[in-house]
């Protein structure tokens, strides 16, 4: 059985801070649970969560994967950011011009984030979180679409893109120059697998699609670390 999207995780210094920032600008409701399981949860019970694990590890350099947050209007746009600032956020330069739409703000943990101006038809009907923007290749894509059986609804220019059956945050890749990786990811993907399905036949699949493993156990959590093509951490869940 085919591992689905469970989360996307943020190592943060501050885990309830940052989940408390999150749920506020996309209003996503904190989960019921133990005190070191910090979670946010979709309106729509097919989405991902948001899961916030504590980590002491310093950022370096830009992420790898944001978060593009959509608008209704110019009016929203303008509430988003100004919500966002409010709640912590700050203004960045990651090199865009000025006459693009969108605005670039980090979180309170200084990870990159957009909102992205009204109209964005690649974005449509998408929810809150129109897209996961990540820096990656091709080959990625493909791998991710493969992995968790999600269309490539983008494949041009060595860009790609995937969005599950049921619609929802695509997830994109921007194609070369990808920047080389320092340190671990800050933002990754964990899967889970429904009760009784083989953990160890998905692990097989997900390397024969191009994946490896990082050694044979796994973590206190019970999770077990993977690698995809680019060398991006994500976990593999036992089956619940």
Known sequence: MTGQLFAICFNATRPAELARFWSG???W???DGPDDDIVILP?????????????????????RAHFDLTSTSPEDQRRTVARALELGAKHIDVGQ?????HVVLADPDGNEFCVI???????????????????GTQEVGYFWSEALRWPLVWDQDQETAIQSPSGGTKITWGGPPVAPKTGTNRLSFELALPAGADREAEIARLISLGATRAGSGE?????VLMFDPDGNEFHVQRPR
């Open 29 to 31: 409701e904190p989960a």
């Open 219 to 223: 973590d206190d959590g019970g999770r």
């Open 97 to 101: 011009l000025p006459e693009e739409g």
């Open 117 to 135: 101006e009204a109209g964005n038809k690649f974005l449509a009907d998408t929810g809150v979180i129109g897209a996961l923007a990540c820096d």
């Open 43 to 63: 309106p729509d019970p097919t989405g991902f969560r948001v899961r916030f694990l504590a980590s002491q590890e310093p950022k370096t350099g830009q992420n």
């Open 25 to 27: 600008v996309v209003g």
